[in-house]
């Protein structure tokens, strides 16, 4: 069974208009961890968020947001004033446990494209 | 500070021919990964070494061996590449095992074709 699911391979959004990108996980571990990471077209995977499974609020970075239900097994990634900029692949992961190496399982991604 | 650098950037292999992915960080990080991108698809979990010393069989391990050599370096061996073995290959490293919070730091990935 699919441990990350992005159901949307693609999204197209109008520059400065906010996007979610949504990412439902599938888990019996109650300690767990979950990012987003961002892969422009030259292919360097680079970080965006983190929300742990205990955190009492949902993460922040900047325009980057991560909306997290814990009782429906989402964590859908907001980005606020979408830019040209944010045109990539996005990358929901699970990090399962608390303890030992962080062994991360990803969703196939989303495509998101901005419009001028 | 390079961060994780890995070696080659491209290659391309015969069917049965090996070769060996190099991988180093100086960030004085405690674990080491390496993941394997087919297209368009998301990365899966090759091997991992928790700790210097220790090495430990990821999602698709089969067809690959690793070297933890030190604590800088981590490396992935095709023995004899096969065609599903086409794909880019991530090395990523993390601070510590324990604490899962951090992210991990990704290296810009080799491209693999295996003809």
């Known amino acids: 069974a699919q441990k990350i699911t992005q159901t949307q391979p693609g999204m197209f959004v109008q520059e400065k208009e906010a996007v979610t990108l949504d990412c439902t996980y599938d888990t019996s571990d109650p300690s767990y961890g979950l990012f987003w990471y961002k892969q422009p077209s030259s292919g360097e995977m680079i970080f965006l968020i983190y929300q742990g499974s205990y955190d009492q609020q949902n993460a922040t970075e900047g325009r980057y947001s991560l909306n997290f239900q814990k009782a429906r097994k989402s964590a859908n990634l907001v980005i606020s004033a979408s830019q040209l900029g944010d045109s990539a692949m996005y990358f929901c992961a699970m990090r399962e446990g608390g303890q030992g190496a962080q062994k991360l399982v990803f969703g196939q991604g989303t495509r998101l494209t901005i419009n001028p | 500070n390079a961060g994780v650098t890995q070696t080659p950037k491209f290659q391309v292999l015969k069917t049965g021919q090996s070769m060996t992915l190099q991988c180093a960080q100086d960030?004085?990080?405690?674990?080491m990964y390496w993941y394997r991108q087919d297209p368009g698809m998301g990365l899966r979990l090759i091997y991992y070494s928790a700790s210097e010393g220790t090495t430990d069989k990821g999602e698709v391990p089969n067809g690959y061996n690793v070297s933890r050599l030190n604590k800088r370096e981590f490396s992935l061996r095709l023995e004899s590449a096969a065609p599903s073995q086409t794909s880019v290959y991530f090395c990523a490293s993390t601070k510590r095992g324990g604490d899962s919070s951090y992210e991990q730091y990704f290296g810009p990935g080799t491209r693999l074709t295996v003809t």
């Open positions: 960030m004085n990080h405690n674990s």
